[in-house]
């Protein structure tokens, strides 16, 4: 059974850092580029960033470059993003999903997916 399970949100001042987790299960993890994604209520999801299987590639949004950085511990299964200069466009739920683009993302399905962990940025 492929799970997902998110951590580390919470409440951050503008400006300052966070530290987001996934901790995945039931699919070969090492094998599965993955992503993170992020959603605000009445808002389109928004795709935030991505690292290849191997993590030899890494890809960002606009929006978040030279902010964010994506990791993960293939030996642990765990995916990180690492969250700088965080800003209250940053507030919403941060999921962690499989695929490395948006077709990807799409054809594993949405069946999987954890709670997300909700991050708000605000003084």
């Known amino acids: 059974q492929v799970q997902v399970v998110e951590s580390g949100g919470g409440l951050v001042e503008p400006g300052g850092s966070l530290r987001l987790s996934c901790a995945a299960s039931?699919?070969?993890?090492?094998?599965?580029?993955m992503s993170w994604v992020r959603q605000v209520p009445g808002k389109e999801r928004e795709w935030v960033s991505a690292i290849s299987d191997q993590a030899k590639a890494t890809r960002y949004a606009d929006s978040v470059k030279g902010r964010f950085t994506i990791s993960r511990d293939n030996d642990n299964n765990m995916l990180y993003l690492q969250m700088n200069r965080v800003n209250p466009t940053d507030t919403g739920v941060y999921y962690c999903?499989?695929?490395?683009?948006?077709?990807?993302?799409?054809?594993?399905?949405?069946?999987?997916w954890g709670s997300g962990t909700l991050v708000t940025v605000a003084a």
């Open positions: 039931g699919f070969t993890f090492s094998r599965t580029p």
């Open positions: 999903v499989k695929g490395y683009t948006d077709a990807a993302i799409r054809n594993y399905g949405r069946d999987y």
